[in-house]
């Protein structure tokens, strides 16, 4: 960027709303003693990749709301205001109206990342941001932290795909708006509902950055965030590298740096989770958390990716609707068919995290991730799609469509198996690998059987009726001796219970019980108490009780669910 820009700080401004109170600040492109350092490398690729200069990233006055990461708070008498339009999108947009497009965030990486020098060359990138009736106050923060914290010679262009908004201010008034940014900025429309999955593929035919980042139409980029995504793809073209997601709160839009200690992971119904770095993954880094680490999937909203290796690979699956599962699909493509992925440590990037999605889909949410579920289970998980079934029965009458190109990508690529990732990439995955036993838990007295019937991590875990169905009756008794039910283990913390449902952890003690197959007991191996059926004073919840061979503590682990792992 030659010069300065010239940036505005909106008051209310979103949509039609001509009350707007300006400011400007001045944000110049010569180097600071705060940024980053960059040296020369002898190794760094050379001809194709651009030269560039640190970025200085200048502060607002520290009054304006929001300015460092700050919640705005809303008074008590603009409440009703704040409620409704909450409506819109789903987060706070009178509070993110307040803030400025450009506002300054503190500097959230670690200090080792701020001393770290990349090459004095580095690959180009262009940003692909896909948005569906976004505010405007959300939409372009998004686009003015990429181009304020961004060394202009990394950026080709940033690309802005609209998917079908019907708001007004997104249309004309947008395109003027971007085309005079100091980066080139161009707004495409799919015409059509399209989703997230077939736009972000249309804003990827278009670039011409040797990287397509693609990014949120909520975030907010930080200092530094871009130079570590591009430093990885510039030593190896088949990494894909994620930034770590900070969380702006959609009640306040404070900005909450997350941990680098999490990773991507995912539950039996193929839900992506956040879990905690293993031990194995710090000690392959040798304790250095500045280095970026290996992660079993990504939460797909945000990454860099080469952008020959993202045609080579197979781009997303344009037989996925909508979104959902693409970034299961992508991850385990990627690690099955010779790629890595990884989270950059020393890159953080803001985003809004919602409750719910302020839009509606042809057929409901459910149907569409069923779709595109059961298309992954089908190329991808092998044997273990049919455990994915029985968990998710409604995923098996799903219409997955044509899979003859997508199977034969898999084949042309020489992909590994879906058991050789479990075992070499995601070891601590719950998908179950080794068990004893998976099926019904049923009391041989009451003929009922375990049943989470959906309950979250720190519930109690319930009794019904046996239906044969699968999903919420299906438990897996692993040699780890824990009776698991997806990414949550049973648990009971003192001899007089109550059995809970917590996360999983691996470390045995409360999480620990031992099944006899000769007398059918499954014994709490801390308190050496029974579980039993429940009590009449709660007919759902089942207990622990002194062992004493009572028909009650018998428990039959035994169904009609005939899925090993070959």
Same mark, same amino acid.
């Given at each position: 960027?030659?010069?300065?820009? *010239?940036?505005?700080?909106?008051?209310?401004?979103?949509?039609?709303?001509?009350?707007?109170?300006?400011?400007? %600040?001045?944000?110049?492109?010569?180097?600071?003693?705060?940024?980053?350092?960059?040296?020369?490398?002898?190794?760094?690729?050379?001809?194709?990749?651009?030269?560039?200069?640190?970025?200085?990233?200048?502060?607002?006055?520290?009054?304006?709301?929001?300015? *460092?990461?700050?919640? %705005?708070?809303?008074?008590?008498?603009?409440?009703?205001?704040?409620?409704?339009?909450?409506?819109?999108?789903?987060?706070?947009?009178?509070?993110?109206?307040?803030?400025?497009?450009?506002?300054?965030?503190?500097?959230?990486?670690?200090?080792?990342?701020?001393?770290?020098?990349?090459?004095?060359?580095?690959?180009?990138?262009?940003?692909?941001?896909?948005?569906?009736?976004?505010?405007?106050?959300?939409?372009?923060?998004?686009?003015?932290?990429?181009?304020?914290?961004?060394?202009?010679?990394?950026?080709?262009?940033?690309?802005?795909?609209?998917?079908?908004?019907?708001?007004?201010?997104?249309?004309?008034?947008?395109?003027?708006?971007?085309?005079?940014?100091?980066?080139?900025?161009?707004?495409?429309?799919?015409?059509?509902?399209?989703?997230?999955?077939?736009?972000?593929?249309?804003?990827?035919?278009?670039?011409?950055?040797? %990287?397509?980042?693609?990014?949120?139409?909520?975030?907010?980029?930080?200092?530094?965030?871009?130079?570590?995504?591009?430093?990885?793809?510039?030593?190896?073209?088949?990494?894909?590298?994620?930034?770590?997601?900070?969380?702006?709160?959609?009640?306040?839009?404070?900005?909450?740096?997350?941990?680098?200690?999490?990773?991507?992971?995912?539950?039996?119904?193929?839900?992506?989770?956040?879990?905690?770095?293993?031990?194995?993954?710090?000690?392959?880094?040798?304790?250095?958390?500045?280095?970026?680490?290996?992660?079993?999937?990504?939460?797909?909203?945000?990454?860099?990716?080469?952008?020959?290796?993202?045609?080579?690979?197979?781009?997303?699956?344009?037989? *996925?609707?909508?979104?959902?599962?693409?970034?299961?699909?992508?991850?385990?493509?990627?690690?099955?068919?010779?790629?890595?992925?990884?989270?950059?440590?020393?890159?953080? %990037?803001?985003?809004?995290?919602?409750?719910?999605?302020?839009?509606?889909?042809?057929?409901?949410?459910?149907?569409?991730?069923?779709?595109?579920?059961?298309?992954?289970?089908?190329?991808?998980?092998?044997?273990?799609?049919?455990?994915?079934?029985?968990?998710?029965?409604?995923?098996?009458?799903?219409?997955?469509?044509?899979?003859?190109?997508?199977?034969?990508?898999?084949?042309?690529?020489?992909?590994?198996?879906?058991?050789?990732?479990?075992?070499?990439?995601?070891?601590?995955?719950?998908?179950?690998?080794?068990?004893?036993?998976?099926?019904?838990?049923?009391?041989?007295?009451?003929?009922?059987?375990?049943?989470?019937?959906?309950?979250?991590?720190?519930?109690?875990?319930?009794?019904?009726?046996?239906?044969?169905?699968?999903?919420?009756?299906?438990?897996?008794?692993?040699?780890?001796?824990?009776?698991?039910?997806?990414?949550?283990?049973?648990?009971?913390?003192?001899?007089?219970?109550?059995?809970?449902?917590?996360?999983?952890?691996?470390?045995?003690?409360?999480?620990?019980?031992?099944?006899?197959?000769?007398?059918?007991?499954?014994?709490?191996?801390?308190?050496?108490?029974?579980?039993?059926?429940?009590?009449?004073?709660?007919?759902?919840?089942?207990?622990?009780?002194?062992?004493?061979?009572?028909?009650?503590?018998?428990?039959? *682990?035994?169904?009609?669910?005939?899925?090993?792992?070959?």
């Amino acid at each position: 960027m030659i010069g300065a820009l *010239m940036l505005m700080y909106y008051t209310d401004c979103a949509g039609n709303n001509s009350l707007c109170i300006k400011k400007t %600040v001045v944000v110049k492109d010569s180097p600071s003693e705060d940024d980053v350092k960059f040296s020369k490398s002898p190794n760094a690729p050379k001809g194709r990749f651009a030269r560039y200069s640190p970025k200085e990233y200048k502060l607002n006055p520290s009054h304006w709301p929001g300015e *460092m990461g700050k919640a %705005v708070v809303i008074s008590k008498d603009e409440e009703i205001l704040k409620n409704e339009k909450f409506k819109l999108n789903q987060f706070n947009l009178l509070a993110s109206d307040r803030i400025a497009l450009n506002r300054s965030l503190l500097d959230v990486r670690m200090e080792s990342c701020r001393r770290k020098q990349y090459p004095s060359s580095l690959p180009t990138t262009s940003i692909v941001i896909v948005f569906h009736n976004e505010a405007w106050s959300t939409l372009l923060r998004t686009v003015y932290s990429v181009i304020g914290t961004s060394p202009a010679s990394l950026i080709s262009e940033i690309i802005l795909v609209d998917d079908a908004s019907e708001r007004e201010y997104l249309g004309k008034k947008l395109e003027n708006f971007v085309s005079k940014l100091s980066i080139p900025t161009k707004v495409m429309r799919t015409g059509k509902r399209s989703g997230l999955i077939r736009a972000r593929l249309i804003g990827a035919a278009a670039t011409t950055g040797q %990287v397509i980042t693609f990014l949120d139409a909520h975030c907010e980029c930080t200092r530094g965030w871009l130079e570590p995504l591009l430093a990885r793809i510039a030593e190896d073209r088949t990494r894909v590298v994620c930034p770590i997601i900070d969380v702006i709160s959609d009640e306040t839009f404070e900005y909450v740096p997350a941990s680098d200690m999490t990773w991507g992971g995912f539950n039996w119904k193929l839900n992506f989770r956040w879990y905690r770095v293993p031990q194995r993954e710090v000690d392959r880094r040798g304790g250095d958390r500045s280095l970026s680490l290996r992660t079993p999937t990504m939460a797909g909203g945000l990454f860099s990716i080469d952008r020959d290796y993202f045609e080579e690979i197979g781009k997303y699956d344009e037989g *996925m609707d909508i979104w959902g599962g693409e970034n299961l699909e992508l991850s385990f493509r990627i690690w099955m068919c010779g790629g890595t992925l990884e989270i950059a440590t020393c890159s953080h %990037v803001g985003h809004v995290f919602r409750k719910s999605t302020p839009y509606t889909f042809p057929g409901g949410t459910s149907k569409i991730v069923n779709h595109n579920n059961a298309r992954l289970a089908e190329v991808w998980l092998d044997e273990w799609k049919d455990f994915y079934y029985a968990i998710n029965p409604g995923a098996r009458q799903a219409d997955v469509g044509d899979l003859t190109e997508r199977k034969k990508l898999r084949k042309d690529l020489n992909c590994k198996s879906f058991r050789w990732y479990l075992e070499n990439i995601y070891p601590e995955s719950q998908m179950p690998l080794d068990y004893y036993y998976l099926g019904e838990v049923k009391n041989a007295e009451t003929a009922n059987c375990l049943d989470t019937f959906g309950r979250k991590s720190g519930e109690h875990i319930a009794m019904g009726a046996c239906h044969g169905l699968g999903g919420n009756q299906v438990f897996a008794y692993t040699k780890r001796q824990q009776i698991m039910s997806d990414d949550n283990c049973l648990d009971a913390a003192s001899s007089d219970g109550p059995v809970k449902l917590l996360r999983c952890h691996g470390m045995g003690g409360n999480q620990m019980w031992t099944y006899d197959k000769e007398d059918q007991t499954i014994i709490h191996s801390q308190t050496r108490r029974c579980l039993d059926k429940p009590d009449d004073s709660d007919v759902t919840l089942p207990t622990l009780k002194k062992c004493d061979g009572r028909q009650s503590q018998k428990w039959i *682990m035994s169904s009609s669910f005939k899925w090993q792992a070959s």
